[in-house]
């Protein structure tokens, strides 16, 4: 699992570090019963601080899709690739929103507005450049 942190992008590192597993856990990348790496060797790995790491997961925990196993580390739940792609679908979503509301702040009326997405959305599953 090949994670990276940002940490000028705004986001807070730990959330970051959510996100990424989230995303990681709902692409498959990181499946059920999998081991993650200790707190420790992630923060290594990150150059980040333990307790940031730890933070992370125990949000993870909370949200049951990582589960503290006694002695051996900590694991994916089973059902959280259900709740990452909920997760991510929610914040597409509200990613989306975000945009179109600014579009239309921005002067944008619906029509072009809609070119725009079609044009967008059209390139990005051909594998294109991004739309001008």
Sequence with gaps: MQLSIEPNNGIPIYEQLVRQVKYAVAEGILVPGQLIPSV???ARQLAVNPNTVQ??????QNEDI????????VAVCEG???ICVA????????????VVDEAIRSGLDEERLRAMFEKSLKSSLRGGDKPS
């Design 55 to 60: 933070r992370a997961y125990l949000q993870l």
């Design 87 to 98: 997760d991510r679908h929610q914040l597409v979503s509200e990613r989306l929103a975000s």
């Design 66 to 73: 990582l589960q503290s196993l006694r002695s051996r580390g």
């Design 80 to 82: 959280a690739k259900k």
């Design 40 to 42: 420790r060797d992630m």
